[in-house]
């Protein structure tokens, strides 16, 4: 099992910048593709960032290209996603997740996730 807790949210003006944590328990993260989603009110959770297992891969949903960028840090277990210049269309709360195996971009594939922190960016 993994557990994951994410943490870093919280109310920003727009044009700021938010950094999002992901710690893992329970088991290693370093065999464990990580994707960050969001889900707005009324709305699907959809993909925003994930970085392979092996950390040399990364992608970004089109929305956020340029002003996120997803990190892992294998000795303290925990994936992070600096957000900058944000709009407040990102207002959500963010889930990160975690699947076994290579690059995933729908909910389905992944098996743990976290309980979300909200991100509220004001305008």
């Known amino acids: 099992q993994v557990q994951l807790a994410e943490s870093g949210g919280g109310v920003v003006q727009a044009g700021g910048s938010l950094r999002l944590s992901c710690a893992a328990s329970?088991?290693?993260?370093?065999?464990?593709?990580m994707g960050w989603f969001r889900q707005a009110p009324g709305k699907e959770r959809e993909f925003v960032a994930i970085i392979h297992w092996n950390g040399r891969v990364t992608e970004y949903a089109y929305s956020v290209k340029g002003r996120c960028a997803i990190s892992r840090d294998y000795s303290k277990h925990t994936v992070s996603l600096q957000m900058s210049s944000l709009k407040p269309e990102d207002t959500a709360v963010y889930y990160c997740a975690a699947r076994a195996g290579g690059l995933a971009y729908v909910v389905q594939e992944y098996r743990y996730w976290g309980q979300g922190t909200q991100v509220t960016v004001s305008s």
């Open positions: 329970g088991r290693t993260l370093s065999s464990y593709t």
